[in-house]
């Protein structure tokens, strides 16, 4: 439902560090355990990177695997349930490892051969 | 022209969590504790907060920031209680957003009157999804679920319930006409939230607001003890 948002927070990260630079591929990575449907990512961020240094570029999803780990037994387990009780002791000291990132992780930009260094 | 990487690593969300950080710093300065309050829509909410303020919390100064798509029907209802409410409309400029971030959240800020306050409640756009991703500068988070709204909800909406640290389960006077088992709601927030505090309120009859009420005025003295 705010995937607008998340676009518009997306397209400004992925000018800021393209520096002017045209963005060709934007790449996102979002846990698992995130509330982002990547089909309507992409709609937005097709809408929202208009009239920008992103229009055009492909924006590729990273889904990150919820991990989490038991503080009392050492366990680690992957999630596809939000279930957040240790599988083997359970316990509720879990800590989560992966899963709950959102971020723009890398930009890839169409430079020229003689720019090689951009301050 | 050759293609050039750039690492950024940087949380999408990034900009919202520093204009955060920067209405946590306004609000810690001018001495105000801030909770943030969701739910689905018509959980009771702003029935609850009505209940609670009508007999104010202990000696505190409240103000509230009403979070709502359109209309000031929210502030109306609590415009009797003589305590400073500011409306907040996601449609006036924001496009009509369906949570309150952080932005909204600062463009609010010159219409609340921080020095007169000691606690500010935020009463966000009803959502179960959303307003879970979007922090806004507050102290605590809470959410209100009712049992008109089905016991597997935490099951289904895992981030808000993970997200908050009380879970006020409303509308106990009608459990005997719906098909909610407390146990089972139980049962599912344990998988999602183990321990998570809980308590069953009714905000129509008062039942177990007066200790929603006593939670509320240890929120200063608790935000005042993790700052010092």
Redesign the interface.
């Known amino acids: 439902?705010?995937e607008?948002?998340?676009a518009s927070?997306?397209v400004?990260?992925?000018v800021k560090?393209?520096q002017g630079?045209p963005v060709?591929v934007v790449t996102?990575r979002c846990g698992r355990?995130?509330?982002v449907v990547p089909d309507s990512l992409h709609f937005a961020f097709g809408i929202v990177s208009k009239e920008t240094v992103c229009e055009g570029a492909t924006l590729e999803f990273e889904l990150v695997p919820a991990r989490l780990r038991c503080e009392a037994c050492d366990s680690e387990w992957e999630i596809e349930?939000?279930?957040?009780?240790c599988p083997t002791c359970s316990t509720?000291e879990?800590t989560v490892l992966s899963g709950e990132?959102?971020?723009?992780?890398?930009?890839?930009?169409?430079?020229?051969?003689e720019a090689e260094c951009i301050a | 022209m050759h293609r050039v990487k750039v690492r950024v690593v940087e949380d999408a969300l990034d900009a919202n969590n520093t204009i955060a950080r920067a209405n946590r710093d306004d609000f810690d300065r001018a001495g105000v504790t801030v909770l943030n309050i969701m739910s689905a829509p018509g959980a009771g909410k702003t029935t609850l907060l009505e209940r609670i303020l009508r007999d104010g919390i202990g000696d505190l100064r409240i103000g509230v920031l009403e979070g709502d798509v359109q209309g000031s029907l929210d502030a109306d209802r609590l415009a009797h209680l003589h305590i400073p409410v500011t409306q907040l409309n996601t449609d006036s400029g924001f496009g009509g957003e369906c949570h309150l971030d952080a932005n909204m959240v600062r463009s609010a800020l010159p219409s609340i009157p921080l020095d007169d306050i000691d606690l500010l409640i935020v009463e966000n756009v009803g959502n179960l999804v959303c307003p879970a991703e979007f922090h806004i500068g507050e102290d605590a988070r809470i959410m209100v679920a009712s049992v008109a709204e089905g016991d597997d909800k935490p099951g289904k909406y895992p981030l808000m319930f993970r997200t908050v640290e009380l879970v006020v389960v409303n509308k106990i006077d009608l459990l005997e006409h719906v098909d909610f088992s407390m146990e089972r709601f139980d049962s599912f927030l344990d998988a999602v939230h183990p321990g998570v505090e809980r308590m069953q309120v009714s905000a129509r009859t008062g039942e177990g607001v007066d200790a929603l009420r006593d939670w509320l005025a240890r929120l200063p003295d608790r935000a005042r003890a993790a700052t010092a």
Not at chain 1, 81 to 85: A, D, M, S
Not at chain 1, 101 to 113: C, R, T
């Open positions: 439902m705010h607008f948002s998340i927070a997306v400004d990260t992925a560090h393209a630079r060709t996102v355990l995130r509330q349930q939000p279930i957040f009780r509720a879990v990132e959102l971020e723009v992780d890398s930009i890839e930009v169409a430079q020229d051969e």
